[in-house]
């Protein structure tokens, strides 16, 4: 089996959801133009070091974990897992994945994606093939699933990238590597509510590893009819 490692840099803002959404003052905070992720179960623990008197615990639990804080404790690193530059100025926050330690990493599936698309913009550049609304999906998600059965196999047994592998990229260092961003996002001729993302930063490095399934593809060449895809 092949194995590559690769050196990937952003060019741009790259932001890849976990499905979590930050909400101002539960999950973090903004102080001094930065943005501060908050964890609860610190803050918790730090006031329970600290033998508070019966019921003050209690009464800090019905209020925002942010107004727990005072300006002093924007010094303390230890209950905020990462700080960012900026400021959303909005109420929420959409999260990047991140590994259980909070370091922002992206998924291998995120990057074979990537690469899928290139791979297909590549041997349509070879091909000039005329690409028709008729030989388009009818959802927006699958519009190309088409296009990718005719060059890369007719379904997922088939399918040429089945003898590719990437793993997850390294986790990388949250303050150094993100950033925090507003979109828009367009439909149509009317401009939806900015969001803001928790985003790469343009210019952060980091590996990951590729494997190329020798074997598979030799299986794939005669069982699979790889054949004709590699060789067009």
Do not use: N
């Not at 828009?184 to 490095?205: I, T």
């Amino acid at each position: 089996m092949a194995r590559y490692r690769l050196r990937i840099t952003t060019l741009s803002e790259v932001h890849i959801g976990s499905g979590q959404t930050l909400r101002r003052d539960f999950e973090f905070t903004v102080h001094e133009g930065r943005f501060y992720r908050l964890s609860v179960p610190r803050l918790l623990q730090r006031y329970e070091q600290e033998k508070l008197p019966a019921g003050v615990l209690d009464r800090l639990t019905r209020v925002p974990p942010a107004q727990w804080l005072d300006p002093s404790d924007f010094r303390d690193r230890e209950l905020f897992p990462y700080v960012l530059m900026g400021d959303p100025r909005v109420g929420e926050v959409r999260a990047f994945i991140k590994d259980p330690w909070f370091r922002p990493y992206v998924p291998g599936s995120s990057l074979k994606g990537a690469l899928r698309t290139v791979i297909l913009w590549s041997i349509w550049r070879e091909h000039r093939e005329q690409i028709t609304l008729d030989r388009l999906g009818r959802r927006r998600e699958w519009a190309g699933q088409p296009i990718e059965r005719t060059w890369l196999g007719r379904d997922p047994h088939h399918d040429l990238l089945r003898a590719l592998r990437i793993r997850d990229g390294d986790p990388m260092d949250p303050d150094s590597a993100m950033t925090v961003v507003r979109a828009v996002v367009q439909v149509g001729s009317r401009q939806a509510a900015p969001l803001a993302l928790e985003a790469l930063r343009p210019g952060v490095s980091f590996t990951a590893i590729l494997q190329i399934d020798d074997r598979l593809l030799e299986l794939g060449e005669r069982q699979l009819g790889w054949a004709c895809l590699l060789y067009t």
